[in-house]
């Protein structure tokens, strides 16, 4: 698959088989993720690689406790109530319990930048891993691999880290489930260019 069809055919995939992803494609994914542009040329970022039972099934109990409180205490207009309790059907069905999850860190141990210009630091690993997590889910995808990149876990960083145990210094950025899919990807509609760009 090149990369034009691997950007044009991908969405997100929710659901996965329980098949596991083999050692080589896992290593093929983290190698396409580091090879990305990283602001300073400096690699301040870290991967935690969940592959064992008991930490998915943990990662995957946190995951249902973060949507949830997404949808009922983050967002200014909460779901409706029925929606959350079909959303957690869902994922009571299984959804985003999958066979490998990457969670994505950023090194903010030893800064750069002086105080003033922190906040573009930060914004700059943020940036950095955006485009790390983006080729690790293309190269995944052009082996027939799907993922979901899951932001929710910011809300709840704490409860992650006591699972995934990352190194002193470190903020979790997101988190990557990936897995062969279960069902067939749909893809989502895009705003067409001319509502989302202009040329100069
Ligand atoms: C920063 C970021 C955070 C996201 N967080 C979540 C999430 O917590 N849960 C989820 O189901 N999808 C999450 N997604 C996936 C988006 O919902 C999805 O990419 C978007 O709806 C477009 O659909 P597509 O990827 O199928 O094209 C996130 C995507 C990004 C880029």
């Known amino acids: ?7 044009f055919s991908r969405s997100s995939i929710r659901m996965f088989k329980s098949d ?8 093929k994914i983290l190698e396409a993720g580091i090879r990305a542009p990283m602001a300073g040329g ?15 099934r943990a990662i995957y109990e946190l995951l249902k406790k973060a949507h949830v409180l997404y949808a009922t205490k983050v967002l200014r207009t909460p779901y409706p109530e029925e929606s959350v309790k ?7 069905a ?12 950023i090194d903010l141990g030893s ?23 983006e080729n690790m889910i293309l190269m995944a ?5 799907g993922s979901v990149w899951i932001g929710v876990p910011l809300f709840m960083r704490e409860e992650f880290d006591k699972v995934l145990e990352p190194p002193q210094g470190m903020e979790l950025a997101g988190i990557l489930a ?15 260019l001319n509502e989302t760009t202009k040329y100069i």
Do not use: H, N
């Open 141 to 145: 995808w052009s082996m027939g691999i």
């Open 94 to 105: 299984g959804m985003y319990y999958a066979p490998l999850y990457i969670a994505g860190y």
């Open 86 to 92: 079909k959303w957690i059907a869902r994922m009571e």
């Open 1 to 7: 698959m090149d990369v034009s069809e691997a950007i």
């Open 42 to 56: 400096i690699e301040r970022w870290y991967f935690v690689v969940v592959r064992s039972e008991d930490k998915r």
């Open 178 to 192: 990936l897995g062969y899919p279960a069902v067939q990807p749909k893809l989502k509609k895009r705003k067409p």
């Open 111 to 133: 800064p750069r930048y002086i105080d003033e210009y922190s906040d573009i630091e930060r914004i700059f690993l943020y940036q950095s891993i955006a485009a790390a997590f």
């Open 20 to 27: 596991p992803i083999p050692d080589e494609a896992i290593t």
